[in-house]
T-cell receptor
Framework: DGGITQSPKYLFRKEGQNVTLSCEQN?????MYWYRQDPGQGLRLIYY???????QKGDIAEGYSVSREKKESFPLTVTSAQKNPTAFYLC???????????FGAGSRLTVL | AQSVAQPEDQVNVAEGNPLTVKCTYS??????LFWYVQYPNRGLQFLLK??????LVKGSYGFEAEFNKSQTSFHLKKPSALVSDSALYFC?????????????FGTGTSLTVIP
C-alpha cells in the first residue's frame, strides 16, 4: 500500500541532543512537508521541499534542519538550538498540481 | 497574509443531531479551502476541499461544507452526528496565487458527539 511512514512513533531524548525524525513515502510525490503540532496551536510549517535537493523554510524553521537527497525521503533533525522541541511532528506530501496533503501517522518527541 | 480561524476550541453535540464546525479565512486572492480530521495520535485525514464551482462541497463520511465568499467562511457540517465522528477537525487554506505552495491550518476544533 502506498503511504507515508514516519519513525520512530515515540522518541525520548535528553536536552542538548540532536534528534532525527524519519519520513519516507512511496507515493511518488514530489512535494514534502514537515509540520509541528502543539495543543491549541494547530499545525505550524517547519520546512517544505518541492523537489529533490531543494527545500524552503516555513514559519518556524529555527532550530530545525532538513535534507532532501532522495524523492522518497525527507528527514527532519531537531537540533539542540530548538528551545522547546517537545511536540508532535507530522510529515506530509502531495503531487504537484494536486491540492490534497497526505499525512504520516506522526512522531511524538519528548525532551526530558 | 494568509490565515485561518477556528473560533471554537470545543464543540459538543448529541448523537443524531446536526453538527457544525466553524472556519473563517483570510487570503488575498481566491482561496483553496480544506477540512481534515485527526484521531488521537494519528496523522490528518483529508475530508473535503473547495477549489472552485459549487459553493456546497460534499466529502467523506457524510460531511459537507459551504463556501461563503462574502462572509469568508467555510463551515463544516453533517446532518446527523455519529459518536465515531468525535475527533479533532482542522480547517486549512491555500492561496494558489502564492508560489510558496504553503497550506495554512487553523488551531483545530475538538468535536465530541455524546451518545
Amino acid at each position: 500500500d502506498g503511504g507515508i511512514t514516519q519513525s520512530p512513533k515515540y522518541l525520548f531524548r535528553k536536552e542538548g541532543q540532536n534528534v532525527t525524525l524519519s519520513c519516507e513515502q512511496n507515493l511518488n510525490h514530489d512535494a514534502m512537508y514537515w509540520y509541528r503540532q502543539d495543543p491549541g496551536q494547530g499545525l505550524r510549517l517547519i520546512y517544505y521541499s518541492q523537489i529533490v535537493n531543494d527545500f524552503q523554510k516555513g514559519d518556524i524553521a529555527e532550530g530545525y534542519s532538513v535534507s532532501r537527497e532522495k524523492k522518497e525521503s525527507f528527514p527532519l533533525t531537531v537540533t539542540s538550538a530548538q528551545k522547546n522541541p517537545t511536540a508532535f511532528y507530522l510529515c506530509a506530501s502531495r503531487i504537484p498540481g494536486a491540492n490534497v496533503l497526505t499525512f504520516g501517522a506522526g512522531s511524538r518527541l519528548t525532551v526530558l | 497574509a494568509q490565515s485561518v480561524a477556528q473560533p471554537e476550541d470545543q464543540v459538543n453535540v448529541a448523537e443524531g443531531n446536526p453538527l457544525t464546525v466553524k472556519c473563517t479565512y483570510s487570503v488575498s486572492g481566491n482561496p483553496y479551502l480544506f477540512w481534515y480530521v485527526q484521531y488521537p495520535n494519528r496523522g490528518l485525514q483529508f475530508l473535503l476541499k473547495y477549489i472552485t464551482g459549487d459553493n456546497l462541497v460534499k466529502g467523506s463520511y457524510g460531511f459537507e461544507a459551504e463556501f461563503n465568499k462574502s462572509q469568508t467562511s467555510f463551515h463544516l457540517k453533517k446532518p446527523s452526528a455519529l459518536v465515531s465522528d468525535s475527533a479533532l477537525y482542522f480547517c486549512a487554506v491555500r492561496d494558489p496565487s502564492n508560489t510558496g505552495n504553503q497550506f495554512y491550518f487553523g488551531t483545530g476544533t475538538s468535536l465530541t458527539v455524546i451518545p
